[in-house]
């Protein structure tokens, strides 16, 4: 057996969890307290394990904010797709400042990847999920190797695909924590006025969820507050939360 060959065979495969732990630990935490949660389990068996992943979206200051407030080093992970808002960046760099976050961590899509498949930046507009797939999916998979776990700021009430979600799921290995998962809109305007944090300047204009500039848009009234992601496609998820199908052919 050659080094190479020893070297691949010594690499472990196992994966740090699995669908059962996600299942205990959805049972473990039930009744508990977003807070309460995440900080038993940061500053316990997953300290040094797990990474914060936001968009920095319309409601992102929030989980941020709880994050912070346990510890201000916890890596968070931001992905610039190239295609954000600029608005979304600036909100980035003061939601940062404000809460002292010390790791934010940004990555973006790989270059020559975008080369290939995407050269002149078009892709959004005739395969929107092998966009996604380019520019958040690839990048965050790099961003997560060194980690156990992940913490997303996924709610329930965002859209209708969204109503069972669980606080725990199993991703790729990892764990994968949603702490909001069965927050309402109201607990969010509730804590963003406690904690006097302050809003994405797009919401105001109707933006509320906000990704890529090119693939998202207003919501209109009585509408769930995704609605305005990818438009007229049929599409609700950016490829980050969820499974790839069987037989699909991943891009990297």
Same mark, same amino acid.
């Given at each position: ?62 989980? *941020? ?9 916890? !890596? ?34 790989? !270059? ?27 990048? *965050? ?104 199908? !069987? ?6």
């Amino acid at each position: 057996m050659g080094e190479a060959a020893r070297r691949i065979d010594a690499i472990d495969l196992t994966p740090a969890f699995t669908a059962a732990d996600a299942a205990a630990m959805q049972a473990r935490f039930a009744g508990v307290a977003a807070p309460d949660m995440l900080r038993e389990l940061l500053t316990g068996e997953l300290a040094g394990r797990t990474a914060a992943v936001s968009s920095f979206g319309a409601e992102s200051a929030v989980l *941020l904010h709880m994050v912070a407030q346990i510890d201000k080093d916890i !890596p968070v992970v931001f992905t610039n797709t190239q295609k954000i808002f600029g608005e979304t960046l600036a909100y980035r760099d003061e939601l940062a400042e404000r809460l002292g976050l010390t790791d934010l961590r940004v990555y973006r899509p790989d !270059p020559r990847l975008l080369a290939a498949r995407d050269d002149k930046g078009l892709r959004w507009s005739y395969d929107p999920d092998g966009c996604c797939e380019l520019r958040k999916v690839e990048p *965050l998979r790099r961003a997560l190797a060194p980690f156990d776990a992940w913490i997303s700021g996924r709610k329930g009430f965002q859209a209708g695909t969204r109503t069972a979600l669980p606080r725990f799921e199993e991703d790729e290995g990892r764990l994968k924590i949603n702490p909001l998962a069965d927050w309402s809109k109201g607990d969010l305007d509730a804590y963003f006025a406690q904690a006097d944090l302050p809003r994405h300047p797009l919401e105001a204009q109707g933006y509320l969820s906000i990704g890529c500039a090119p693939c998202t848009s207003k919501v209109r009234h009585g509408e769930d507050p995704r609605a305005g992601r990818w438009r007229g496609w049929d599409k609700v998820e950016c490829g980050i939360h969820r499974p790839a199908e !069987p037989g699909e052919d991943p891009i990297f």
